[in-house]
Structures are given as C-alpha cells and as structure tokens.
C-alpha cells in the first residue's frame, strides 16, 4: 500500500511546487482596467541577481508541445533610444497564454520588468508586444510565459548593442 501511495505523494509534492499559489501578487494591466496590456515597472536589479552581466543566462524550459508559442526579441540599434521589444508570435498554445512577462537587467545595473497581460475573456494576439528602454551597453532579457497558470521561462539571453558601421 506504501509502494502504491509514495509516487502519487511525489506527484502531488511536484505539482504544488511548480503551480503559482494564492500568495501571487496580481499586477493589474495598464490602465488599471480590464482591457489588459502591457505594464513596465523600473527599479533597481532584485537582491542577488548582481549587476550589469556578471551572470550566465539561466536555463530556459521547453513548453509541453501543445502549449508551444513563439516571441520575437529585438534590440534597437538607435543610439538615443536602444529600446528592447519582445513580440508576442503567436503557436498553438495561443488561446492558453495568459501573460508573458518581461524581465531586463541593464548593463548599468538597473533592472525593469513589464508584461503583456490577457484581457478578460480575450487572447494575446500575435504582434502584441512589449517595449522596454534598454542600455547602450549588453543586457540580459529573461521572458517568462503563464501558460494555465504554470511559469516557463522561454527565453533567457544577453543582447548586445552593436553599432552601425
């Protein structure tokens, strides 16, 4: 009978451990309305997150094949203005997304986030995006997408700002 209940405990431990729980602040969209969209909040880099790009870039997960969706991330080469924007490209997991979060540690040490949240009773539609001003340094850009309600960071990279010849 222990044999039989041991991995259904293992099972039971696991889901609990990747599933976000009650305790989850909830970001309002922009606006602070029920239409979603995107939300930037800047500040300083998280407690031991380091500065600039001291650290490797994380491993990323593989989204279960029927949950797959695809982003876009682009780092202007404008010297004025080196904004990253991560675009939401749409994949069979679309009608499942409910957020995609952004998360941009500058090369002068500050770090901002923001998100693209489901409007009520609608989907993320593809080309949606979210804009980020970025350094004219290297930044690190980590994208975390809530698929029915499990986090899986997709994408964790340095991007570099290159110049013009």
């Known amino acids: 009978m222990a044999r039989k209940i041991a991995p259904i405990l293992i ?11 009650c305790t989850s602040p909830v970001i309002p969209p ?15 880099q998280p407690p031991g997150s380091g500065s600039g790009v001291t ?12 949950f797959d969706v695809e982003i876009q991330v ?13 675009f939401y490209r749409g994949g069979k997991g679309q009608i499942f997304l409910q957020k995609m979060s952004v998360e941009v540690y500058k090369s ?12 009520e009773g609608e989907q993320i539609s593809v080309g949606d995006k979210v804009t980020i001003r970025g350094t004219t340094g290297t930044d690190r850009v980590v994208v975390t997408v ?20």
């Open 146 to 165: 809530t698929i029915l309600g499990v986090d899986y960071k997709i994408y964790d990279q340095y991007l570099e700002f290159k110049t013009r010849p």
């Open 30 to 44: 922009r606006g602070g309305g029920p239409s979603g969209g995107t939300q930037v909040t800047p500040g300083t």
């Open 74 to 86: 682009n780092k202007n080469m404008i010297f004025t203005n080196p904004g990253i924007d991560v």
């Open 11 to 21: 099972l039971i431990l696991f889901a609990l451990a990747i599933s976000p729980g």
């Open 55 to 66: 650290t490797p870039p994380g491993p990323v997960v593989t989204v279960p094949p029927d």
């Open 108 to 119: 002068d040490g500050t770090y901002v986030s923001g998100q693209l949240v489901r409007p």
